[in-house]
């Protein structure tokens, strides 16, 4: 039987954070969408066609070295605009989504085009700032050579990105729960993603 919870929202609201608990909590696969368009992004600068990246696309490249660089999101947001690149990563989302025993997706466009039937949709958001600052202290933590106003620079002009562009852009899907993680501790943001999948987990099962 499966599950599918999405979760949606702008980088670095806390979405990868949240997901991996809630899977860890009801024993669901995780997927971090994310990866996948990191993953091409990292072989355009690479050199690498985009397309070509997309469709030659391996789970075992999700796992070689580190994809979260501030330098790697950017080619990633890039990437993420061009309408083939996209087509070519549905599949393996959709079938992952379809696993048995349930599954959590974030990204982008999980609730509104990968997974618009999902059992649980979440948007997760924060202000700019706080999200900068959470990102500014995940890079430095690894000894990334970034300063605050740069990481804050590099989130906007990514949201703006993701937001703007004609092909899935990021939006919360109409029947969408949003939660504003701004003022709200992991664990808060945690429980009350909790709370909204154990309303429709029982109907399913
Ligand atoms: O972790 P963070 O929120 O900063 O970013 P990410 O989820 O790893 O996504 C990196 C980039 O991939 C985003 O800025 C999007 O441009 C793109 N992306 C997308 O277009 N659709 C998805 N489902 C997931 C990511």
């Not at 992004?41 to 391996?58: F, K, M």
């Not at 890039?78 to 070519?88: D, F, H, Q, T």
């Not at 906007?156 to 993701?162: G, S």
């Not at 729960?177 to 808060?188: K, R």
């Given at each position: 039987m499966s599950f599918t919870v999405a979760i949606d929202g702008p980088a670095a609201a806390g979405k990868g954070t949240i997901s991996k608990a809630v899977a860890t909590h009801f024993g669901f696969a995780h997927l971090d969408t994310g990866l996948l368009y990191r993953a091409v992004g990292r072989r355009t600068l690479e050199g690498v066609d985009a397309l070509e990246a997309a469709q030659a696309l391996t789970a075992e490249e999700l796992e070689q070295g580190d994809l979260r660089t501030a330098e790697i999101a950017q080619a990633a947001s890039k990437v993420a605009v061009l309408p083939e690149v996209r087509a070519a990563l549905v599949d393996f989302q959709r079938a992952f989504s379809r696993r048995a025993g349930g599954a959590v997706l974030d990204g982008r466009d999980i609730g509104t085009v990968i997974c618009p039937d999902a059992e649980v949709k979440l948007f997760v958001t924060a202000s700019a700032e706080v999200r900068a600052e959470r990102r500014f202290l995940e890079l430095s933590a690894k000894g990334?050579?970034?300063t605050r106003e740069q990481v804050l620079a590099d989130v906007r002009e990514r949201d703006a990105r993701d937001a703007e562009?004609?092909?899935?852009?990021?939006k919360p899907a109409e029947d969408a729960v949003q939660l504003d993680t701004t003022d709200l501790s992991i664990e808060a943001a945690l429980a009350k993603a909790v709370e909204v999948i154990n309303v429709k987990l029982p109907a399913t099962r």
């Amino acid at each position: 039987m499966s599950f599918t919870v999405a979760i949606d929202g702008p980088a670095a609201a806390g979405k990868g954070t949240i997901s991996k608990a809630v899977a860890t909590h009801f024993g669901f696969a995780h997927l971090d969408t994310g990866l996948l368009y990191r993953a091409v992004g990292r072989r355009t600068l690479e050199g690498v066609d985009a397309l070509e990246a997309a469709q030659a696309l391996t789970a075992e490249e999700l796992e070689q070295g580190d994809l979260r660089t501030a330098e790697i999101a950017q080619a990633a947001s890039k990437v993420a605009v061009l309408p083939e690149v996209r087509a070519a990563l549905v599949d393996f989302q959709r079938a992952f989504s379809r696993r048995a025993g349930g599954a959590v997706l974030d990204g982008r466009d999980i609730g509104t085009v990968i997974c618009p039937d999902a059992e649980v949709k979440l948007f997760v958001t924060a202000s700019a700032e706080v999200r900068a600052e959470r990102r500014f202290l995940e890079l430095s933590a690894k000894g990334a050579d970034v300063t605050r106003e740069q990481v804050l620079a590099d989130v906007r002009e990514r949201d703006a990105r993701d937001a703007e562009r004609s092909t899935a852009p990021m939006k919360p899907a109409e029947d969408a729960v949003q939660l504003d993680t701004t003022d709200l501790s992991i664990e808060a943001a945690l429980a009350k993603a909790v709370e909204v999948i154990n309303v429709k987990l029982p109907a399913t099962r």
